[in-house]
């Protein structure tokens, strides 16, 4: 017969022939496939096999659940209608599914640490695992209903098995630190046998598994991983947009200093304060500088993103001031020379004078400080997000490493914001006489957003990390001066 | 195969046979009795399986899925019976037919091994197991859309690939 034969053939005498045309047996691989069951069990296992064993790199403790809480959704979703207990292992199965989203989307925002050391978290996560040991629960369940239907003996002790081990997990998990490399090496080989025996058991229950009729679905499977995947992503860019700043109580600065400030300020200005310096400090804070004796200045420009071109100035100043003992007012003054780039999370770690040479030096009056920027020819001041004393370690080798209770503030500037600025001051009394001032800042900036989870400069500072790969770049700077008979002179210019 | 085996044999693939009955006979009691002749020659012509041509269940299937058609045939002849029967031409093939089906069956089979195990396992689901739309559907995870859809690419394939081989 020639081509025409086929093309000329109409549909129904073509479906005829097709019909017509399968007559022995059918083939060994579609004979495999042709099964109403075995896709929905496999699913089933995978998901449970990813939801439970994750490794702990490149996030895949985060990716591989979510897959698996997929799996596991498209899996019981063609199962929901077969029994009560593959229908409520899908109702169980759509709340985990939400959760882990919403726990997906949550991590990138700069709240995530914060929302997982609440109370909340804790009682979300005693409500999943609840839902967890429900789902094998009502799976177990299932797969005794489905081998009922089938005829067969009810068993499923398989599936019952992943309960007890879930439960000695969970025991093992309270326990923490003390878990042995033994136990725990023990525990995986028992999931490892659990599933096996999933496996088999879903083998066993191929014949019985054509009695099962899944469930017809309005949207196919395809489209609902797609919509899945859609509306994470759209969850994350949400989280990253408007989840990556603090929030800043931003007010416009007021006008400039009175006539007796304006005395002060121009005597300042003569002791060679810079004056981008004097004109962020608050009344009060310049108030605090009345009757100045001298001016020590320490500029530092630093090439923050890791290029050569600086772009953020850090100046140290010194202000000693009268009083019955020796007193300094200390000022740690920052202002961005160029745009920072991404505006997320900024941190500043300060190591006061008295918190390093506590033997010469003693605080005499809090630390206060603010963010400035300008906008539209306006300027705008806020009081930092954060700004208290932190117990940490720090220092980049190992020698220098040091703890204490360090200074740490906390603050975003808005995306367009220009000359972005602020400052850390404090007032130091001498203890004994001969000891140099010595103060540390740390700067920590947050380069892009790209990070997951989303951790804010604050934290990363506190963890002590130096890494300058990641979305953070931190930069030190010290203000180091000794008094001498001739006046104060840097040591580290 | 003894009376015992053949209970066993029911217990053990009742839920596949009737589940390959099940789209060609849509009614239940139709089903019931089909499954009851399927058991019976499974039971008489087990030995005639060959595990060299296919494995068990696929043997079963092929016996069941035939026994149900050979019903549907005999249900849908004796409905005609007295009406239009004796209008009708002779069901069986004249040679040159029989010769030309083969050819074509052949061609399909040939045409079928080309072609994805996906797409061949879908072709064998409509064809092969009479499956509605709306089975396959919900056993895919699709929509009935998606499988005319899926159907109506696999068919205008198979006649590219059949008019293809006619050239060649």
Known sequence: MGDQGWNRMGGDDFDALLESSLTGLPPKDVVKRVTPWKRAMRWLLAGMALTTLTLNVLNLHLLLPAIGMVLLLLGFRALRRENRWFGACYAVTVLRTAYVCADLVLNTTIWQRAVHASSLANALTGLSLALLFMEFFCLWRGLRAVQRKAGETPRAWNAAALMVWYALLWLLALAGDRIGWLLLAAMLAGYALVLRSLWRLSKELDQAGYAVRPAPVRVSDRTLVLALAALLTAGCACGYLLGSRYPMEWTPVEAGPDGEAAGLRAHLLQLGMPEYVLDDLTAEELAACEGALQVVVDVDDEAVDGGDMPKLRVTGVGVEVPGEKERWIIIHHFLWLADPGFHGTEAIQLRTVYEDLPEGWRSAGQVTGRVLYEQNGESYAAPYYFLGERTCTAGSLPWEQHSGNDVFAAFSVPPGGENCRGYLTYSIEEVRDGYIINGWLDYTHQKTWLQYPAVTALERRLAGSWNHDGAFRTIGVSLQFEQTEEGARLLAP | ?168
Not at chain 2, 79 to 104: I, K
Request: glycine fraction near 6%; aromatic fraction near 8%; charge should be positive.
């Open chain 2, 1 to 168: 195969m003894d009376e015992r085996e053949l209970v066993d044999l029911l217990r053990r693939y009742g839920p596949l046979l009737r589940y390959v009955i099940a789209p060609i006979l849509p009614n239940p009691q139709d089903q019931e009795d089909c499954l009851s002749e399927t058991a019976l020659r499974v039971w008489e012509r087990s030995g005639q399986f060959d595990p060299a041509r296919g494995s068990w269940t696929a043997w079963l299937t092929a016996v069941a899925r035939n026994t149900a058609l050979d019903y549907a045939r005999r249900q849908a002849r004796r409905y005609m019976v007295g009406q239009v029967e004796e209008h009708m031409p002779s069901p069986e093939p004249t040679p040159e037919e029989a010769v030309l089906l083969r050819e074509r069956q052949e061609a399909v089979r040939r045409a079928l091994e080309r072609l994805p195990g996906s797409d061949r396992a879908l072709f064998y689901r409509k064809y092969y197991y009479r499956q509605s739309t709306a089975q396959i559907a919900a056993e895919l995870g699709l929509s009935q859309r998606a499988v005319e859809g899926r159907l109506y690419r696999l068919k205008k394939r198979l006649r590219t690939l059949l008019g293809g081989e006619e050239h060649g």
